[in-house]
Nanobody, 123 residues
Framework: QVHLEESGGGLVQPGGSLRLSCLAS????????VGWHRQAPGKEREFVAA????????YYADSVKGRFTISRDNARNTVYIQMNELEPEDTAVYYCSADCNGAYVIRGASDDWGQGTQVTVSS
């Protein structure tokens, strides 16, 4: 089991940028595929992006493709998501998750989740 902690959320104006971080509690993190999901008020949780354990493969939801970039630094046990050109529709609580099974990560079926960080895009 991996303890995950998200950070970096906040209030940003439309068109602005934020970088979220997902810090893991163990160096075994380098063996885990990691994903970001988000949940807006009154909506279901949705997939945002995922990255393979070695950082070679990345996956994005169509709604964020070209604006968000997921990356990882296994030496720091951290996965990042750089979010540019933010829109009010990106407002949500963002969660990271980790699993040895990459398909589980994308489907939101990971065993391990963080507590989430709030992102609010508003003028």
């Amino acid at each position: 089991q991996v303890h995950l902690e998200e950070s970096g959320g906040g209030l940003v104006q439309p068109g602005g940028s934020l970088r979220l971080s997902c810090l893991a509690s163990t160096s075994a993190f380098k063996s885990y595929n990691v994903g970001w999901h988000r949940q807006a008020p009154g909506k279901e949780r949705e997939f945002v992006a995922a990255i393979s354990y070695d950082g070679v493969n990345t996956y994005y939801a169509d709604s964020v493709k070209g604006r968000f970039t997921i990356s990882r630094d296994n030496a720091r046990n951290t996965v990042y998501i750089q979010m540019n050109e933010l829109e009010p529709e990106d407002t949500a609580v963002y969660y990271c998750s980790a699993d040895c099974n990459g398909a589980y990560v994308i489907r939101g079926a990971s065993d391990d989740w963080g507590q989430g960080t709030q992102v609010t895009v508003s003028s």
